[in-house]
């Protein structure tokens, strides 16, 4: 079958080759058609290093399809269901899971190492134990959850990660109160969604932040009621609450800079949520006295913060109310080079559709 393939980090284009095979179907295991699949910033980060990932890879961890076959013991689902791909699946019984933290269960995380995938030339791994780059996939029955038939495969997909995470920082993670005010620096897929969450919850300002005109505009139809570039931003914060600062801030860019601008945006007593992943080498600085002095709160938020399969059913609930716009989220895309080239090639053969770039 055919997949994207990364060969080494650090390169920003993909080879799509036609040579690939999923790997790992036995007892617990479901194979995948996968219909469509989104490009998460993640996805990049991974491509240039910031987030540790073992290459070859198949990029791609927000993916929807059809189950093809189910291995021994799946009982969870069957052949033809229609579900959507779950990177960071719960377990159910470590201590995260049982205190009801499920997004931090590591279970998802212990088959990262484990190929995905094969080739003449050896294995490739799927990007956070999927890879959904590709038009099958191989995971663990927990990874296939069952979606409405009236949920569209490219609605699925995004419901898959930069949705949950977005809405469920706003909405689980920092519990925005009605009324107040919010500045979200980062405006792709994740930060529009948060920017929802915020308008759902009754914020009465939402500042969209971001250095791309057109991701400013796209915010302002998404719920913003204002959009400025970076270097307006203070400036915003004087006008909107008189120099105090914001009562939420949303990072969701993950780096140590536009955190601390985060911070600094961020009023006395308010809450700092940080969204973005960043690398592991990258060190946020705060001194001991503002930490005190300011009794504000830094809330990181994974994956939403809450539980997954639950924001699934919310996210599907609130976009079938109209509550929130997820196809306009499909058009809403930044083009990235080489990627783009590269899924360009496999829309064509019909077999895998991608629906957002971000």
């Avoid at 990932?53 to 189950?67: D, K, R, S, T």
Wanted: proline share 4%.
């Amino acid at each position: 079958m055919r997949a994207a393939v990364l060969h080494e980090i650090g390169q920003d284009k993909l080879e799509v080759l036609d040579d690939i095979e999923a790997v790992g179907f036995g007892p617990g295991k479901v194979r995948i058609r996968v219909r469509a699949t989104g490009l998460c910033h993640s996805d990049v980060s991974a491509m240039n290093g910031v987030l540790p990932q073992p290459a070859p890879f198949v990029p791609g961890h927000e993916g929807a399809g059809e189950i093809l076959d189910v291995g021994d013991g799946v009982t969870g689902v069957k052949q033809g269901d229609r579900v959507v791909i779950c990177w960071l699946p719960a377990c159910g019984t470590c201590p995260a899971c049982k205190r009801g933290q499920t997004e931090l269960c590591l279970a998802g995380f212990m088959n990262a190492g484990t190929p995905n995938f094969k080739r003449p030339g050896g294995d490739v791994f799927g990007f956070a134990g999927t890879g959904t780059f590709t038009e099958e996939v191989v995971v663990g029955a927990g990874c296939a959850v069952p979606i409405p038939d009236d949920v569209p495969f490219e609605i699925a997909a995004l419901i898959g990660c930069g949705v949950t995470t977005g809405l469920g920082a706003a909405i689980n993670t920092a519990d925005v109160e009605a009324g107040s005010s919010v500045a979200v620096i980062g405006c792709g897929g994740v930060g529009i969604s948060a920017i929802q969450g915020a308008r759902l919850r009754g914020a009465s300002q939402i500042v969209a932040v971001d250095p791309v005109a057109s991701r400013r505009e796209a915010a302002l139809s998404f719920g913003a009621t204002e959009a400025v570039a970076p270097d307006a931003l203070d400036d915003a914060k004087l006008r909107i609450t008189a120099g105090e600062g914001f009562d939420y801030v949303f990072e969701v860019v993950g780096k140590s800079a536009t955190a601390r601008t985060a911070y600094e945006t961020t009023r006395r007593g308010g809450t700092l949520c940080i969204v973005g992943a960043g690398a592991m080498d990258d060190f946020l600085q705060l001194n001991m006295f503002e930490l005190f002095f300011d009794e504000k709160r830094i809330l990181p938020s994974m994956y939403g913060g809450g539980d997954v399969v639950r924001s699934y059913e919310r996210a599907i609930s609130l976009w079938r109310s109209g509550r929130i716009d997820l196809e306009g989220l499909i058009t809403h895309r930044v083009k990235l080079a080489g990627i783009n080239d590269a899924l360009a090639q496999m829309r064509s053969g019909e077999a895998l559709r991608t629906c957002i770039e971000i």
